[in-house]
């Protein structure tokens, strides 16, 4: 085994190896699942942060609005302004860079287990920790490598594709769909709000009659195409790779916005507690109608007194 094997790829597979020793029958899907929650749950800290980085930028949009069109005609304060800002809101360009470089390998890791379990059956053994190999489930299955279940609620065959010279898998194509849905609908949860939707097009037409182009707005432009291309290519490759992998996809997906609509429940709570703690102050700044009443019975009887 070479070095990535020990560190990544061997710790993925016997936490995967005993998931599955220790669900009654065996089923590689619950397996993944599990699995799955396991790793996001493992990442919380680097998945947190980066949740509040995103919710960070969505608060920060009507700020930068302001920035941009109070600096307008000076980039370099612009830049300056906007520096400020991050570094008040704590915000850094590379803030959520930490759970993809950690989820990467992972992804890699589950892939070349998937392997493990798909191809290379009897190689199991060599992956395999001494101090699961005692487990009854575990050495049955190192025994008779060919009884391993590969399937998923036994209807779906994870290590095989959904596009193949075998044929469609149906179930795998909408396993995929599902993954590649589940992307853009996280992606597009946490996607900053920008009033602007203008097409890249009009902003490139502009910069070439001799307008300075809005090198944030052309970025803001950017994500949008690729919050709808990254799904549509996430699809193309799933089809073309062990279901396992979709599965892995789908489920890191799913518990992603469940994380993140938690991280947006308490943005939203915030504000309100904000307006509540301000709606009094704004209530007894104005009279009300008893009391403006009351102080024009006052002046009255003051004119009144002041005629006699």
């Known amino acids: 085994m070479n070095l990535f094997d ?3 790829v061997q710790p993925i597979f016997n936490l995967l190896m005993a998931i599955y020793a220790l669900i009654p029958g065996g089923d590689f899907g619950v397996s993944i699942i599990l699995l799955t929650m396991i790793v996001r749950f493992l990442l919380w800290p680097l998945v947190k942060k980066q949740l509040h980085q995103a919710k960070a930028m969505r608060k920060m949009q009507p700020e930068l609005a302001k920035i941009k ?5 000076n980039r370099q304060m612009q830049a300056l302004a906007m520096m400020d800002l991050y570094k008040k809101h704590n915000v850094s360009a590379v803030g959520s860079i930490g759970v993809l470089l950690i ?4 992804l890699i890791g589950i892939y070349r287990v998937v392997q493990l379990f798909a191809l290379h059956r009897n190689e199991l053994a060599k992956y395999t920790y001494d101090f699961i190999e005692g487990w009854p489930a575990v050495k ?3 025994a008779a490598p060919d009884n391993f279940n590969q399937n998923f609620l036994g209807i779906v065959d994870l290590t095989q594709q959904a596009m193949s010279p075998k044929g469609v898998a149906f179930g795998l194509v909408v396993l995929a769909l599902v993954a590649a849905v589940l992307q ?9 709000n920008t009033e602007s939707k203008r ?3 009009d902003v490139l037409a502009e910069a070439s009659q001799g307008k300075e182009a809005d090198q944030s707005e052309i970025n803001a432009i950017v994500m949008r195409k690729m919050m709808k291309i990254m799904p549509i290519t996430l699809f193309l490759i799933m089809i073309s790779l062990p279901g396992a992998l979709a599965l892995y996809i789908a489920t890191a997906n799913a518990v992603a916005y469940g994380q993140n609509a938690i991280i947006l429940r308490q943005d939203k709570e915030e504000l309100q507690q904000i307006a509540q703690k ?3 102050a704004s209530r007894s700044s104005q009279p009300t109608a008893k009391k403006r009443a009351k102080e024009a019975t006052e002046a009255r009887v003051t004119r009144i007194k002041a005629k006699e």
């Open 6 to 8: 020990v560190v990544v």
């Open 69 to 73: 069109t109070k600096y307008k005609n």
């Open 103 to 106: 989820q990467l390998p992972v």
């Open 140 to 142: 049955q299955l190192l």
């Open 184 to 192: 853009y609908l996280t992606s597009r949860q946490m996607s900053p």
């Open 199 to 201: 097409r890249l097009r």
């Open 278 to 280: 301000k709606s009094p």
